[in-house]
């Protein structure tokens, strides 16, 4: 029977074929980046999401309210950014300003979702990304938080069967749930700046460091 593999530093992680492992494989609106890169999360607020926001207007959440931007939190900054571009319930899109971009968006968002109770990244320029980060930089500045404990059900970094388990379902089954949240887990992991293939590299490391052979 074939197996399928997944590469860990010098060895080789076999899984029955039967599992059928499968890798997870911005349109920028308004202003170009190079202008809207010079425009911080805070003076974008204070310029246009105020209005709303700080008086709780048309149902904005109000900025400082934790519990109703904890709501909005865990459903992650791509999703946010999202809904103020299309427009939602009494939002119009890009917030009511159509020279906002989604890079503008983004960092209005995080400076709100921070000044009501968050710790996030402020999003950096998209032309000029910082590098990925490795599997095991983010597992360890945050995964950990969760993983190592057992916390709300999360599979412990070490538990073969547990991490063997959730893998038959599907790689990509499993990585996608890290990135929309799942359960306790918020979107993500909880950092709204983890790329896609950033989460990719963390589930794979946690699944790896969970299957490996005991160390003599």
């Known amino acids: 029977m074939p197996k399928i593999l997944l590469k860990r530093s010098s060895s080789l992680i076999r899984i029955g074929a039967k599992s059928v492992i499968a890798l997870l494989l911005p349109m920028v609106l308004g202003l170009p980046l190079a202008h809207s890169a010079q425009r ?25 309210n934790k519990a109703a931007w904890e709501k909005r939190r865990a459903q992650g900054l791509s999703s946010l950014s999202q809904h103020a571009l299309d427009g939602i319930r009494n939002m119009p899109s890009h917030g009511g300003s159509a020279g906002l971009s989604s890079a503008d968006l983004e960092r209005a968002i995080t400076f709100m979702v ?16 910082p ?29 073969r069967d547990a991490w ?39 589930v794979i490391y946690m699944f ?9």
């Open 40 to 64: 911080s999360g805070e003076s974008i607020v204070k310029e246009v999401c105020a209005s709303c926001h700080t008086r709780g207007e048309k149902g904005a959440p109000v900025i400082g």
């Open 114 to 129: 921070n000044k009501s109770g968050g710790n996030w990244v402020e999003p950096v320029n998209k032309e000029a990304p």
């Open 131 to 159: 590098a990925a980060r490795s599997g095991e930089q983010i597992v360890k500045a945050k995964c950990v938080e969760c993983h190592v404990s057992g916390k709300d059900g999360a599979p412990k970094i070490g538990d």
């Open 164 to 202: 063997v388990g959730r893998v038959r379902k599907g790689l990509d089954a499993v990585i996608a749930s890290g990135i929309h949240g799942r359960g306790s887990m918020p979107a993500r992991g909880g950092l709204a700046d983890l790329s896609d293939a950033e989460m990719r590299a963390a």
């Open 208 to 216: 790896n460091e969970s299957t490996a052979p005991a160390k003599k």
